[in-house]
């Protein structure tokens, strides 16, 4: 069992430490569990610009720090692997790039979350778009993700449509074309793609992604991990098992995990 996204008190919209969390995936017979709360905003010139949001700048020393030192203290117990998840910024990712090199880390989840000059959650973003737009609206966040994957600085890349989670119609909203660019964009970075069960935590329900691209996202070979993106230590590995089942009957035989950058495969 593993999980490699988790969040912490420190990005200021989840809630327990870190001990919680590898407390909470022992709890759960979690084998390998990535610590992976929010970068800084990077991109911006504040050390805090996004209180509620991510940690600041100050404070992502002693966050891998923490980290690194639990990995050691529970080493005989549970494999822990740090990680952070970067935002993705058009044309600014140089800052984050520099700002993390030289940390110990395993991996960099890459996620669009402001898409188009605004949060991807926010539920009025919807109120301007007609029915007929919805298409291109989904299209052009594909895209967006496929950037983040060809930006080569992330190994595994996170919740790919989660543009839907707080507008439920759009996960049948059909983008075919830039799904099938999106996926091959993942797979030819080398990264992998997560199943994330936070969908749950948001109006849309269920996980990311949607069951036609898990399965369009076998045909072309894209590897998976998986994650909770736990905010409370609670949801550690939250529905692990459906996962599997799913997975098993699509065809997925492996997890993908990575450890200094370097990708490993797990059997479901």
């Given at each position: 069992?593993?999980?490699?996204?988790?969040?912490?008190?420190?990005?200021?919209?989840?809630t327990?430490?870190?001990?919680?969390y590898?407390?909470?995936?022992l709890?759960?017979?979690?084998?390998?569990?990535?610590?992976?709360?929010?970068?800084?905003?990077?991109?911006?010139?504040?050390?805090?610009?996004?209180p509620?949001?991510?940690?600041?700048?100050?404070?992502?020393?002693?966050?891998?720090?923490?980290?690194?030192?639990?990995?050691?203290?529970?080493?005989?117990?549970?494999?822990?692997?740090?990680?952070?998840?970067?935002?993705?910024?058009?044309?600014?990712?140089?800052?984050?790039?520099?700002?993390?090199d030289?940390?110990?880390?395993?991996?960099?989840?890459?996620?669009?979350?402001?898409?188009?000059?605004?949060?991807?959650?926010?539920?009025?973003r919807?109120?301007?778009?007609?029915?007929?737009?919805?298409?291109?609206?989904?299209?052009?966040?594909?895209?967006?993700?496929?950037?983040?994957?060809?930006?080569?600085?992330?190994?595994?890349?996170?919740?790919?449509?989660?543009?839907?989670?707080?507008?439920?119609?759009?996960?049948?909203?059909?983008?075919?074309?830039?799904?099938?660019?999106?996926?091959?964009?993942i797979?030819?970075?080398?990264?992998?793609?997560?199943?994330?069960?936070s969908?749950?935590?948001?109006?849309?329900?269920g996980?990311?992604?949607?069951?036609?691209?898990?399965?369009?996202?076998?045909h072309?070979?894209?590897?998976?991990?998986?994650?909770s993106?736990?905010?409370?230590?609670d949801?550690?590995?939250d529905?692990?098992?459906?996962?599997?089942?799913?997975?098993?009957?699509?065809?997925?035989?492996?997890?993908?995990?990575?450890?200094?950058?370097?990708?490993?495969?797990?059997?479901?």
């Open positions: 069992m593993i999980d490699l996204h988790t969040h912490h008190e420190r990005c200021g919209h989840a327990g430490s870190l001990r919680d590898v407390l909470a995936a709890d759960k017979g979690v084998r390998v569990l990535g610590l992976s709360d929010h970068t800084p905003m990077f991109a911006a010139d504040d050390d805090h610009a996004l509620r949001v991510a940690m600041p700048k100050s404070q992502f020393p002693s966050y891998i720090a923490e980290a690194v030192a639990l990995k050691a203290e529970f080493a005989n117990s549970i494999e822990i692997l740090v990680s952070t998840e970067a935002d993705y910024f058009r044309g600014r990712m140089d800052r984050y790039s520099a700002a993390l030289g940390y110990p880390l395993d991996y960099i989840i890459g996620s669009v979350h402001m898409f188009e000059g605004r949060d991807i959650f926010d539920v009025t919807w109120a301007e778009v007609d029915e007929g737009e919805l298409g291109d609206v989904k299209s052009r966040y594909f895209r967006t993700v496929a950037e983040c994957a060809r930006s080569g600085l992330f190994q595994v890349i996170g919740h790919v449509d989660a543009l839907k989670g707080n507008f439920p119609q759009l996960g049948a909203v059909p983008a075919a074309a830039a799904a099938d660019e999106m996926l091959l964009a797979r030819d970075s080398g990264a992998a793609m997560e199943i994330n069960t969908g749950g935590t948001k109006q849309c329900g996980w990311y992604p949607e069951t036609d691209l898990l399965e369009r996202a076998h072309f070979g894209v590897p998976l991990t998986f994650a993106d736990a905010h409370v230590p949801r550690i590995a529905q692990y098992p459906e996962v599997i089942e799913v997975l098993r009957h699509i065809g997925f035989r492996s997890w993908t995990v990575f450890r200094a950058g370097a990708a490993a495969e797990y059997f479901l």
